[in-house]
């Protein structure tokens, strides 16, 4: 089979009764049946299509060609067992690139997405933030996280855990414009978005009402501009929970509050995921849950 690459098993049995001078030797020294040595042997050569052994009254001898490829043979077979090393470390240490989509509302996460570049230093970490469903394979994504499991089932969705939004407006917005009795309300008041939320503008049923949109490009902007009495803004709940104790904002949703979005790692099916990909859900796994 032109251009077929031999097996690390198989070079390994040709090296054994090669230095053993017979199967019976050579399956003792390797703890294997000689069945098992001998299917090797007969692999490697129609493989190769040469014979490296023949037998003599005494024993087993290398022929022409299998002395020639002997050397080569055992160079091979140490490129191989580097490689596979290689290859176990990679999976054990977390290291190297990795690029990751998450949702807009967990930008303002500092302290996980830090934590994790401290806690692993070998990491390159990329962070992507956007609210649309990525494809990992096609966008070269490692992963992504999602608020949601996502509509393409061919991928592996593991749930890492959620976070909470609650609707808020500052008192003087509410005095002014009433509270809302239902999330569909939004359409007919102003919001403050981010902006890669995206938005479709309703039309407002009290003429009133104000309706407008603000976008915002972070969370801290949308909070500022709750505060000032632009809007309603939908937030994580560590992120008001201050301004909503001291009364400079109000939950405008209570019926409805907190809204629990739960958190999704989604990445293409593979039997052995890299160690910074492992590390990285199991970390937002903990931090998440």
């Known amino acids: 089979m032109h251009g077929a690459i031999p097996s690390s098993e198989d070079l390994e049995t040709f090296l054994a009764i090669a230095e053993a001078g017979s199967l019976t030797a050579a399956a003792r020294a390797m703890r294997q049946p000689k069945s098992t040595l001998s299917r090797r042997l007969a692999r490697l050569e129609e493989l190769l299509g040469v014979h490296l052994l023949v037998r003599n009254r005494h024993r087993l001898e290398l022929s022409e060609t299998g002395v020639a490829l002997l050397e080569p043979a055992r160079q091979a077979l140490t490129m191989l067992r580097e490689l596979a090393n290689a290859a176990d470390q990679s999976r054990a240490v977390p290291e190297g690139r990795l690029r990751v989509s998450i949702p807009i509302d967990l930008l303002g996460k500092r302290e996980l997405w830090l934590g994790f570049a401290e806690r692993f230093p070998n990491v390159a970490l990329e962070l992507e933030p956007t609210n649309r469903h990525v494809d990992p394979v096609a966008e ?106 001291s009364g400079v904002l109000v939950p405008v949703l209570d019926a409805y509050d907190p809204l629990v979005v739960p958190v999704y790692a989604v990445y293409p099916e593979r039997s052995h995921l890299r160690a910074a990909v492992t590390a990285f859900i199991d970390y937002v796994s903990k931090h998440l849950s």
Do not use: K, N, W
């Not at 003429?207 to 902007?221: Q, T």
């Not at 309603?232 to 301004?243: H, P, W």
């Open 140 to 245: 070269r994504f490692d992963l992504a996280l999602r608020g949601g499991r996502g509509p393409d089932e061919t991928l592996v969705a593991r749930p890492v855990g959620s976070y909470r939004l609650i609707a808020v407006a500052s008192p003087e917005y509410v005095a002014r414009f009433g509270p809302l009795e239902e999330p569909a309300a939004l359409r007919r008041h102003s919001c403050i978005l981010f902006r890669a939320m995206g938005h479709r503008p309703g039309h407002p049923d009290r003429p009133e009402l104000p309706h407008r949109h603000i976008i915002c490009p972070d969370e801290g902007s949308a909070l500022e501009g709750a505060r000032r009495g632009l809007g309603v803004a939908i937030l994580r709940a560590e992120v008001v929970q201050s301004d909503v104790d």
